[in-house]
């Protein structure tokens, strides 16, 4: 409101105010003498009406005037207090919609793929992604908590949509690379550790071309499990963790025949279970076992699938009272494995792919030290040593080896010396 209007403004109240004060006057002095009148407290903010009671004495209209004039000033107190109040409110609302433009382009920088991403791990060099368009709310994963499909809630820290850097390695441009082109280059780029990074932005690039496309979508899931094993951050983890297993959940819902979609949703139920307490890590473990069977049905010569399977088995067998217990109490049953049924399992995939990899042989002498088989124990973690490391895995896994050796050594000197004591003892009573 200008300046000029507040001043005609408070001008014709003043006027107006006088008007009607001393049309009361008139008619207290004429009409109605030494009675007694009762005004409501108008124009005051916020507060209850309080009658104030003005005895009119006919014989002193002086006194009366003072009252008035008084009350006069009150209402242009409050007149003034109110128009302050509109001020401050103009320059509130002037500011809000200088604001609310930035706060727009604050929301599209978030959700569009415009913040540069962090490093993923020291090794892997963040770089900016180009922006992309926001997907609408029915194919993006945005909001903090999701029901999963056991039927309880898990959190998600972030959503698919956000941004990751995008590769330039490439000649070819992006949006002309076809799907057997696509799926090609990243199986081949997985081969790699160097080449997992890789892989994944390039399966980001294409997203929104091939989204609904099983064989993508099933290798996008798997490429957020691969991001989960490269990050060194707990935070990344689990985001990764939490929207590769919702694109592995699209991809069973998309093709619930297809192997590789049981297979790589399974994984990532395995991976969010470690950020959850122990009723969700229970309920994870069961989903977990769940499509591994189904992933098992499909692929029957897949190797992967025992070796995970075996984990899972030597994993039960080794739980406490406690998580038995809480797991009967969900399932009504207590989930149960030996070391003898994840050893089977260690050694079908190493029937179907001998020499699988250090992982699955660490395993399998684990089982064979539990079971105190331990010239197994010693053959298979030599055949361990022999495999060549090329993932961080590998590498946590002869360490492992190495260290199961130097206590296996120890344990047939003891059984060697005690041998050749016998001998002795036997060869001297002769």
Same mark, same amino acid.
């Given at each position: ?8 403004? =408070? ?21 109605? #003498? ?5 005004? %409501? ?17 006919? $014989? ?14 009150? =209402?242009? $107190? ?9 001020? /401050?409110?103009?320059? *509130? ?6 604001? =609310?433009?930035?706060? /727009?382009?604050?929301i599209q920088d $978030? ?10 791990? %020291? ?7 180009? %922006?992309?368009?926001? !997907?609408? +709310?029915?194919? +993006? ?5 999701? *029901?999963?499909?056991?039927g309880y809630i ?8 956000? +941004?990751? #850097? ?38 980001? &690039? ?93 692929? #029957? $010569?897949? %190797? ?15 739980l406490s009272w ?71 895995? &590998? !590498?946590?896994? !002869? ?13 047939? +000197? ?17």
């Amino acid at each position: 409101m200008p300046h000029s209007t507040n001043k005609e403004l =408070i001008f014709g109240i003043m006027v107006g105010t006088a008007g009607i004060s001393l049309l009361v006057l008139w008619y207290h002095k004429i009409r109605k #003498p030494r009675s007694a009148m009762s005004f %409501p407290k108008l124009l005051s903010l916020g507060k209850t009406f309080e009658p104030i009671a003005f005895q009119v004495d006919t $014989e002193n209209s002086q006194e009366t005037g003072a009252v008035f004039q008084r009350r006069q000033l009150q =209402i242009l $107190e409050k007149l003034n207090e109110l128009l302050t109040n509109m001020e /401050e409110l103009k320059e *509130e609302i002037k500011f809000l919609k200088e604001t =609310i433009p930035k706060l /727009e382009e604050y929301i599209q920088d $978030e959700l569009g793929g415009k913040i540069i991403v962090h490093k993923i791990s %020291p090794q892997h060099r963040a770089r900016k992604r180009r %922006p992309t368009a926001v !997907q609408s +709310s029915a194919t +993006s994963n945005s909001s903090e908590e999701a *029901e999963s499909e056991g039927g309880y809630i898990t959190a998600n820290t972030d959503t698919e949509e956000q +941004s990751f #850097p995008v590769l330039k390695a490439f000649n070819t441009p992006i949006d002309e690379l076809k799907l057997d082109v696509l799926l090609q280059k990243v199986d081949n780029l997985r081969m790699q550790e160097s080449g997992k990074m890789e892989s994944f932005e390039l399966l980001c &690039d294409h997203k929104e071309k091939f989204k609904e496309e099983v064989e993508f979508m099933w290798r996008f899931a798997r490429a957020y499990g691969d991001m989960f094993e490269l990050s060194t951050n707990a935070q990344e983890k689990k985001h990764f963790a939490n929207v590769g297993k919702n694109v592995g959940e699209r991809a069973i819902t998309r093709a619930p025949m297809n192997g590789h979609c049981h297979l790589w949703y399974a994984i990532l139920c395995g991976y969010v279970s470690q950020f959850e307490g122990l009723q969700n890590k229970i309920n994870y473990g069961q989903r977990f076992k769940e499509h591994l069977d189904t992933a098992i049905q499909f692929l #029957p $010569e897949e %190797p992967f699938l025992y070796y995970l399977k075996g984990r899972y088995c030597y994993t039960v067998s080794k739980l406490s009272w406690i998580e038995k217990k809480m797991a009967a109490t969900l399932f009504g049953k207590i989930p149960s494995s030996t070391v003898q049924e994840a050893l089977c399992n260690f050694l079908k995939a190493e029937e179907l792919h001998p020499g699988y990899s250090i992982p699955n042989y660490m395993y399998m002498v684990k089982c064979y030290v539990d079971l105190e088989e331990n010239q197994n124990a010693w053959k298979f973690c030599h055949l361990a040593l022999l495999l060549p490391v090329v993932t961080k895995e &590998d !590498q946590e896994a !002869q360490k492992e080896v190495k260290t199961t050796m130097a206590s296996l050594k120890r344990i047939l +000197s003891i059984f060697v010396m005690n041998v050749i004591g016998t001998m002795l003892v036997i060869v001297l009573d002769l």
